[in-house]
């Protein structure tokens, strides 16, 4: 199975709004309300930002929100702060029982 | 407070065999699964699978049965990933995470490195 497919990288200036894409198939992202969002700063472990599509943890920044249309799940960040500078990956439940992640999405603010 | 604490760092021979340990705490540990996931240097995040705590059932990757095998011993509430017959392109940090949809908590890593 191949990755989720993610923008390389994204940037924006402090205060803008962004969205970063994760495209599957209709076998895990079009399938599944089972996307996640997760936030790696460097040298540390990844965090969970957004869980099944729009849900935000608990100690998550509202500027955090997550959206699905078909095969395509976006996550937004509003009122970009230099802090969420970092690496953003996508995940999917598939239909063979497995997990996938995006390639990962660089962004930098400006 | 939940925490997951990984063993060491590791540095194997091409061929030889390493196992990485993930102590659970804080929480239950037989209510909620252990995830697996690896990351190359420089590279992107890569799913290894899963292992249920509450009957010992792993769930691997496709590419990645075989050679990977994930266990447990709960009186410890620790998970294990055990990768044989290593290769370069294993030289990876190795996470656990708690739960299977929504890793929630995760181990500082494990940096596995293979090299003669």
């Known amino acids: 199975q191949s990755a989720l497919t993610q923008p390389a990288s994204v940037s924006g200036s402090p205060g803008q709004s962004i969205t970063i894409s994760c495209t599957g198939t209709?076998?895990?992202?079009?399938?599944?309300?089972?996307v996640s969002w997760y936030q790696q700063l460097p040298g540390k472990a990844p965090k969970v930002m957004i869980y099944?599509?729009?849900n935000r943890p608990s100690g998550v920044s509202y500027r955090f929100s997550g959206s699905k249309s078909g095969n395509t799940a976006s996550l937004t960040i509003s009122g970009l702060q230099s802090e969420d500078e970092g690496n953003y990956y996508c995940?999917?439940?598939?239909?063979?029982?497995?997990?996938?992640f995006g390639g990962g999405t660089r962004l930098t603010v400006l | 407070q939940v925490q997951l604490v990984q063993s060491g760092s590791e540095l194997k021979k091409p061929g030889a065999s390493v196992k990485v340990s993930c102590k659970a705490s804080?929480?239950?540990?037989?209510?909620?699964?252990v995830t697996w996931v690896r990351q190359a240097p420089g590279q992107g995040l890569e799913w290894l699978g899963w292992?249920?705590?509450?009957?010992?059932?792993?769930t691997y990757a496709q590419g990645f049965t075989g050679r990977f095998v994930f266990s447990l011993d709960t009186s410890v509430s620790t998970a294990y990933l055990q990768i044989s017959s290593l290769e370069a392109d294993d030289t990876a940090v190795y996470y656990c995470a708690r739960e299977v949809l929504r890793l929630d908590y995760w181990g500082q890593g494990t940096l596995v490195t293979v090299s003669s």
């Open positions: 292992i249920n705590t509450a009957t010992g059932g792993p």
């Open positions: 995940s999917s439940y598939t239909t063979s029982d497995n997990v996938l």
């Open positions: 099944e599509v729009s």
């Open positions: 209709s076998g895990d992202v079009g399938h599944y309300n089972y």
């Open positions: 804080g929480y239950r540990f037989t209510t909620m699964s």
